[in-house]
């Protein structure tokens, strides 16, 4: 059982996001991508005349719905596919293990910070996708398609859970990986497969209802939890400072303690205690 | 030549009394598949110890230095850190009562001393963050960088960050890795300054370092590590065990007959000369030996120009050492 110290979390999440902030290639992907990603769904929806038949925008807004899908799979995994190997390119990671910070508190802490501002991102994006189809588009069935309650409850389930798996996957390569870039490379690259799911929903082989979004919304987050069970299994301290785990008896049995030296010691006067 | 031994028997031969321990290992070793990073190593650290930890390189101090962080499991031997066994489940509360400086000191470049500090002061869960971190900050004269980028910072000044950031936690024990490696003159000085002021507050210190006068200024004991522990014991102790003590004495011009002058002297055991006026004399002790020999060279109508102790430095003792090492001939 693994416990959680809400001070830490939050320390690293915050430490994340201020690093965010002042690094131009994170902002530069959080800025840019998701605008890059727009413009192919509006011209398409921009592009529907008002005659269209109803069967062929439904197709056309599908795919509008898997690009905007794209923005959180991929954003969340550049980030965390620098998040352990660049904190062993900057020297930072020995520090910040010998605290008393636990593996499921910097993995979560910086989870959060990847996953908050994807997420945010990509309901900003489709928000704005639905408000400029309602000002521009000329056949009004997009905006109804759109508003679908289904597609909607697709959106707001499957940003977060492509997030997390991307964060997962992302984090797993980032804890092997020795260069950064290969580990961007290969965290965008493997963020992608879950997106394989949504486009089945996406372009209507399975008919988008409520109950088929939150089916694959359970099976996406059966997966992340599994995603998740490894990557903590594999943020091993031992493994991420040397390359190795540990081999043969990792730990003193019984705590290992010499007997008769078992004390605690006073703290030094100075600082007061923590 | 045995290896001097003083203070390295293991902890459960101590007793329990006297001043509290700080850190005890014991026949402590890690192993990396078929590689030995160290072996069989014990020794004990006194609450309030500078304790100098040194070795040739890839000798294993940094392994025993992540070993004793609990960021390595030891694959045998035992060890009490800050009082409280090593072990797996022990580690969160053993990183709570230390800190650690690797080598480098590992800031987050992009951020600030300041925002550092605070990601520390969390991770250690301090209550009122703002007045220790001004306190650490304080303490190595950096509060007026607070708000300065660490990328912003010099080699020198990162380091002493690196030091604030270490005594966030107010630790028991204090590891630094190389706490000087890189570092000019000056700096360097102003890290031992820091460490000498740790000292006096009573922070045990266990410092790794290539730097042989920096261990002789600062430790109270030194352990010489080359994959086994070779010795442990105060400078002083290990110059003594190692080298006679002896005396130079140095002629305006070489004697006619100086085995009239140096046999049966008090507390001489032997001369030698290199067939210059100069010649070293081994005594028991310098200063009851000298009175004699300047009285007796005086009297051979010699003219003395000095007589001097020869100072066998740690450095002396560090090369002895490792030269008698098969494993450093390797």
Known sequence: MIGFDGGRLAAVARKEIREYRRSPFIIGTMAVLPFVFMINPLVVIFAIGATVKAATVARAVGGTFLVLLIVPAVIPATIAAYSVVGERDQGTLEPLLTTPVRRGEILLGKALAAIVPSVTVAYVLFALVVVLAHLFASNPTVVSTLSEGPHILAEALFAPLLAGWSIAVGTAISARASDVRIAQQLGTMASLPPLAVTALVSFQVITPTFAVALGFGLGLLAIDVVMWRVVLAMFDRERLITGARAQGRAWAPGGGAPPGVVRRIPRAGGTGGA | MSVVDAGSSAPDELSTGGASTALAVAHLTKRFGDRT??????????????????????????????????????????????????????????????????????????????????????????????????????????????????????????????????????????????????????????????????????????????????????????????????????????????????????????????????????????????????????????????????????????????????????????????????????
Request: net charge negative; with cysteine; aromatic share 4%.
């Open chain 2, 37 to 330: 990073a160290f072996e069989d190593v014990s020794f004990t650290v006194a609450s309030g110890e500078v304790f100098g930890f040194l070795g040739p390189n890839g000798a294993g101090k940094t392994t025993t230095v992540r070993t004793l962080g609990t960021l390595l499991a030891p694959t045998s031997g035992s060890a009490v850190v800050a009082g409280i066994p090593l072990s797996e489940a022990n580690g969160t509360e053993i990183r709570r009562q230390i800190s650690v400086m690797p080598e480098n000191p590992g800031l987050y470049l992009r951020l600030t001393v300041q925002e550092n500090m605070e990601l520390f002061a969390g991770l250690y869960g301090l209550h009122a963050p703002r007045a220790r971190i001004a306190q650490a900050l304080e303490t190595v004269n950096l509060e007026s960088r607070a708000r300065d980028l660490c990328r912003d910072l010099s080699k020198g000044l990162r380091q002493r960050a690196g030091l604030a950031r270490a005594l966030l936690n107010d630790p028991a024990v204090m590891f630094l890795d190389e706490p000087t490696s890189g570092l000019d003159p000056v700096a360097a000085r102003e890290v031992h300054d820091l460490i000498n002021g740790l000292r006096q507050r009573g922070v045990t210190v266990f410092l790794t370092t290539h730097r042989l006068e920096e261990a002789e200024r600062l430790c109270d004991r030194v352990a010489i590590l080359n994959t086994r522990l070779r010795t442990v014991g105060r400078p002083e102790e290990l110059r003594g065990s190692l080298f006679r003590r002896s005396l130079v004495v140095e002629m305006a011009a070489p004697l006619s007959a100086p085995e009239d002058v140096f046999t049966n002297q008090v507390g001489v055991q032997g001369w030698t000369s290199d067939g210059t006026a100069a010649y070293v004399l081994s005594v028991d002790d310098p200063r009851l030996a000298a009175p004699g020999v300047t009285r007796a060279l005086v009297a051979a109508g010699a003219d003395v120009v000095s007589i001097t102790e020869t100072r066998h430095s740690l450095e002396d003792v560090y090369l002895q050492l490792i030269d008698e090492d098969p494993e450093a001939r390797r």
